[in-house]
């Protein structure tokens, strides 16, 4: 298969072949573990063993929509603020000299569909693509920031802008942290699955309408610059996740101010890493 796709089924870590999906632990005959975490932290031997790995007639077909997040619990989660041009426009903001970071706590995290009790009448939407660690770094630098990167997957950074902003000068990360706030998926795609991994486009739609529309290469700091930038200052570690910013199109800045309802579906997609969905419900 070209690529690797990565998901988690029932709590445990399967490879997935096009419309099927393998148990890993089982078809390595306990080579890795059934868990993910422990996966993602032998990551370029998993790799290394699944490029060889293709589905049996009995392995199950796999249903996007029983899939659980491919990183159940990271030991950290960034948020990059302000990392595309059209989007620090329409807030009104300066382009940033240098990338805007802040925590989205891991409880946050939940899976690629499902439900997200909104937490108040201001919360919004953010479709971001989302790196996944796969190998310890600390100071590395641009050139060889990309081989310490599992893959990708699509994220939504689901932000209360009243908690966001409730204080001078603004604290962020609460607002983005709150249960269900960090919706990850559908599968960790490595970088090899996708035709140029600095130019993705993605997209959000809001119960089938599109609000955001763009693509990877417009961000401001790419890819490899944010992790050399956050591994100057600290250790990343294998299933670590950096949300790299939302492109233009949020509610909490357009004309008239547009915020999530209960009851709307948000429709996440990022092209060659897939789809993911989820209703909104009251807190
Ligand atoms: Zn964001």
């Known amino acids: ?8 089924f029932q709590t445990r870590a399967v ?18 573990p059934s868990g993910p975490m422990g996966v993602l932290a032998v990551w370029d031997d998993f790799v290394g063993w699944a490029r060889g790995i293709t589905a049996n007639a009995d392995d199950p077909v796999v249903d996007l929509a029983a899939l659980d997040a491919p990183v159940p619990a990271p030991h950290a989660i960034f948020g990059i603020g302000l990392n595309y041009r059209d ?8 382009i940033p000299k240098r990338p805007m970071v802040f925590t989205k706590f891991p409880s ?3 899976g690629p569909s499902g439900e997200i009790a909104l937490t108040s009448n201001r919360c ?9 660690i796969g190998k310890r770094a600390h100071k590395v630098s641009v050139d060889t920031a990309m081989d310490h990167v599992a893959g990708f997957c699509a994220g939504q950074d689901i932000s209360d802008r009243r908690q966001q902003f409730a204080d001078k000068p ?14 990850i998926g559908p599968v960790i795609v490595t970088l090899d699955a996708l035709p140029d991994p600095h130019d993705i486009a993605l997209h959000c739609a809001i119960d089938g309408e599109l609000v955001q529309s763009s693509r990877t290469s417009d961000m401001i700091f790419s890819v490899p610059e944010l992790i050399a930038y956050l591994s100057d200052w600290v250790t990343l570690e294998p299933g670590d996740l950096i949300f790299t910013g939302t492109p233009s199109g949020v509610g909490s800045v357009r004309t008239p101010r547009r915020y999530l309802q209960a009851g709307e579906t948000i429709t996440t997609q990022i092209d060659g890493i897939g789809t993911m969905e989820h209703t909104c419900t009251e807190a």
């Open 15 to 32: 490879l997935i072949d096009d419309t099927q999906m393998i148990d890993i632990e089982t078809r390595s005959g306990g080579r890795f």
């Open 108 to 110: 946050c995290i939940t």
């Open 124 to 132: 919004d939407w953010e479709v971001e693509l989302v790196v996944v």
């Open 1 to 8: 298969m070209a690529g690797i796709r990565f998901g988690v």
């Open 170 to 183: 603004p604290q962020f990360s609460l607002g983005k942290s709150a249960a269900g706030f960090g919706p």
């Open 87 to 94: 989007h620090a426009a329409e807030a009104g903001l300066d």
